[in-house]
């Protein structure tokens, strides 16, 4: 997904700037079209028989695994699922509260045009960023496998906080700018893998998708708020400063339920189960 998005980046850019943005967008739908096509021809339906919780041994993940499958409308009723739905709406929307206003920071503290390692510091930035934010996705999905969901998201959540305000007080720095961004992005793409792991971890992998599904909306929180909100609190106290410590408080707050009421929650339900 990095690759993927790092790639069009490049080739958006290049093409808007040679065929203008109708062609562009054009162009790159037949692609991803095709590539999307083509990747379906190596998906098969799993066998019968299959099953995830098969796929380790159960010593080998530190993290508990229901041992029955929740239909959605089960998953519905259960408050884990609305505190996972919570923290999920926080960090994706702390997340876009600073990855939709990348380029603003950048031009407001003026380092989006200074050179690092030969190429102006906001597109080194958005590249790099591009690549930890995929990287995160398999990394921490591992590192939640030995030591447990909560404590992962914990303490992802709070380095995403700490990169936060580290980022703000070195954001008039290009080469500091350029790798705090991309931690920032390092500590926030998580959210793709750790919530779903830990949804399906409670309710089972018969009805992952579906679930999942419903747990994404949070995302469109999110969306609909985080690049809004931050540009209302920056309109409204004429800096920036207000947005960096919500962000903050937001990672801060998600990672305290994590090890506080999502480990209990969940604790119970395993233990009911």
Do not use: C
Not at 11 to 33: M, Y
Not at 214 to 230: K, N
């Amino acid at each position: 997904m990095s690759i993927e998005k790092t790639i069009g980046r490049i080739g958006t850019f290049v093409a808007t700037e040679t065929n203008g943005k109708k062609h562009t967008l054009v162009v790159w739908g037949v692609i991803q079209a095709v590539i999307g096509v083509a990747a379906a021809q190596w998906l098969r339906l799993p066998p019968p028989d299959y099953s995830v919780r098969n796929l380790a041994p159960a010593a080998a993940i530190a993290t508990a695994q229901s041992k029955r499958d929740y239909s959605p409308r089960e998953m519905l009723q259960n408050p884990i699922f609305y505190l996972l739905f919570v923290m999920m709406s926080l960090m994706s929307t702390s997340g876009l509260m600073v990855t939709s206003n990348v380029g603003p920071f950048a031009k407001e503290f003026g380092v989006a045009d200074v050179l690092v390692l030969g190429m102006a510091a906001l597109p080194l930035s958005l590249t790099l960023s591009r690549f930890t934010n995929g990287l995160t996705r398999p990394f921490f999905g591992w590192v939640s496998d030995q030591i447990g969901r909560e404590t992962t998201m914990a303490l992802a959540f709070s380095l995403e906080a700490v990169a936060i305000l580290i980022l703000f007080m070195f954001i008039d720095r290009p080469a500091l700018f350029v790798i705090l961004t991309g931690l920032v992005f390092f500590g926030w793409g998580e959210i793709f893998s750790l919530f779903p792991s830990t949804l399906t971890d409670t309710f089972g992998p018969k009805f992952a998708a579906t679930n999942y599904g419903f747990l994404y909306i949070a995302q469109g929180i999110g969306s609909i708020f985080g690049g809004p909100v931050a540009a209302l609190l920056k309109q409204a106290t004429g800096s920036w400063t207000t947005v960096f410590i919500v962000v903050a408080a937001l990672d801060i707050l998600t990672a305290v339920l994590a090890i506080t009421a999502l480990r209990s929650l969940r604790r119970k339900h395993f233990a009911a189960a």
